[in-house]
């Protein structure tokens, strides 16, 4: 382990400013930080690749967090590079260089694709390799420039690297999700090809129990598109035909809707039985219902349109917490139309991290598959909804059909989706745990919207108004 003594001005500036920085708008400084190591695959005239792992720590008092900084070492400054210089200082281990972001750096990710290829055996960076595919070392790598918690870093059309920015001690659920539906044979993920860790220290740098997991590397879905494109695509298509039905349309997403919830199903089944299952008692059950009361309770102050509904929200949470019991498991736990892709060989769910402001050791804990359901239902409802605002004035003549309209198209796909991810009637019980985790979820988008897109809070309030109402 080498401490790292860099200017703390210049990277704090960096992470600042940068996409994936989840502690914007909040005062922080950098205090500590240590190399976990040099990514093999050097070459001569190329760069030395080195993984940093900084401290931030807020004037707010919240909890310390920890980045990583992928880093490219040039004895020479790089012009091709330039946008993402984040200054020159002396290393410790490779003198006075200028450093850039790596994952902006072709020469330093062929180090990783290297490393990954062929896995070094020893030292403190541990890649690991799925068999089955052989890796193409000829291509060039893509930095994705629209990721925002993450840096994802294609390599050609062949394959896909997420490098995590921030890292919590742990296995990283994207990760263990992806090796256990790959090594399955998931038709519904992309396939996992390997994963880079190295061990956890404590602050006088001994071992742990634990591994920091910092990327992995998956299948490339060349031929996908969003899930949320073609939802939009299709109310477009809808709103076009001023005097068709939802179902008459030729982008009709009704089918896409049950092969999605189809997928949905199979995913599930999948990870129960790969992971383990518990049956929640009342107590625990009444617990889940507590904290959807105290969201709601917390949301009222934040959102006073709520307070008409509140009612009927707290009696979702009541019949919620009037179940004897509650099966749960591995799920996805945020899950909507933006975490699917539709290829040409069906849907694929990615990103299972889980909810990104929930903390690993709570985005891991086992939970209701109705959770992952209710969000999609959500997004069935969202989708139409923002096509209506961006289509035409809220006050023009047709505003009241495109209403009837976006409606219509989410109530179709709403119900193709659920029937085809139950294949059968819904039990009392269901029903009841479905209605409580859409509540919820609609709360949390009205507080969402409040706080970061006002004009949109509409959406979620409209559908809290649907809520409880035969």
């Known amino acids: 382990m080498t401490t790292t003594d860099q200017p703390q001005d210049l990277l704090t500036t960096f992470v600042a400013q940068a996409r994936w920085f989840g502690g914007k708008g909040r005062d922080f400084s950098i205090t500590g930080g240590r190399r976990l190591g040099e990514v093999p695959g050097h070459v001569a005239d190329g760069p030395h690749v080195a993984i940093d792992l900084v401290t931030l720590s807020f004037e707010d008092g919240g909890a310390d967090e920890y980045y990583q900084l992928p880093l490219a ?100 659920p994207d990760i263990s999700i992806h090796e256990v539906l790959t090594t399955a044979g998931s038709d519904h993920v992309a396939a996992l090809y390997g994963w880079l860790d190295t061990p956890s220290l404590t602050t006088e740098g001994e071992p742990t129990d634990q591994v920091l997991q910092l990327a992995m590397l998956q299948q490339f879905l060349k031929t ?145 598959p109705w959770r992952d359901v209710a969000g999609m239902l959500r997004s069935f409802d969202y989708a139409p909804r923002v096509v209506e605002r961006t289509w035409g004035n809220t006050d023009d003549d047709n505003a009241p059909q495109r209403a009837y309209r976006a409606a219509e198209w989410a109530e179709r796909n709403r119900s193709t989706f659920l029937e085809a991810y139950a294949g059968r009637e819904l039990t009392a019980d269901e029903r009841v745990l479905l209605a409580a985790y859409v509540a919820d979820k609609a709360v949390y988008e009205t507080v969402y919207e409040v706080r970061n897109r006002p004009s949109w809070v509409a959406i979620p309030l409209e559908a809290v108004a649907r809520i409880g109402v035969s």
Request: charged share 25%.
């Open 73 to 172: 070492f040039y004895a020479e400054p790089q012009e091709r590079l330039a946008h993402a210089h984040l200054g020159q200082w002396h290393d410790e281990d490779f003198g006075t260089c200028h450093v850039y972001d790596a994952v902006h750096d072709r020469e330093a990710m062929a180090c990783w694709l290297r490393s990954f290829a062929d896995p070094p055996g020893s030292g403190p960076l541990a890649f690991h390799r799925l068999p089955g595919h052989e890796l193409d070392l000829e291509t060039h790598s893509t930095l994705f420039a629209g990721e925002q918690s993450n840096s994802s870093v294609a390599f050609g059309d062949d394959s896909l690297m997420k490098v995590f920015r921030k890292i919590t001690p742990g296995a990283n």
């Open 224 to 368: 996908a598109t969003d899930g949320w494109d073609l939802a939009l695509a299709s109310v477009r298509n809808l709103f076009a035909e001023a005097d068709l039905h939802a179902d008459e349309v030729g982008g009709d997403f009704a089918g896409e809707s049950a092969r999605l919830g189809e997928a949905l199903a199979e995913v599930h089944a999948s990870l129960a039985h790969h992971f383990p299952t518990e049956e929640r008692s009342a107590a625990q059950v009444g617990a889940l219902a507590a904290a959807m009361q105290d969201r709601l309770e917390a949301a009222l102050l934040v959102v006073p349109d709520l307070e008409p509904h509140a009612d009927r929200l707290r009696a979702a949470y009541d019949d919620l917490a009037g179940l004897e019991s509650v099966r749960v498991q591995r799920i996805h736990g945020d899950l909507h139309l933006g975490q699917t892709l539709r290829t040409v060989r069906g849907w694929k769910i990615v990103d299972f991290e889980g909810e990104p402001a929930k903390p690993l050791s709570e985005r891991v804990l086992p939970d209701s």
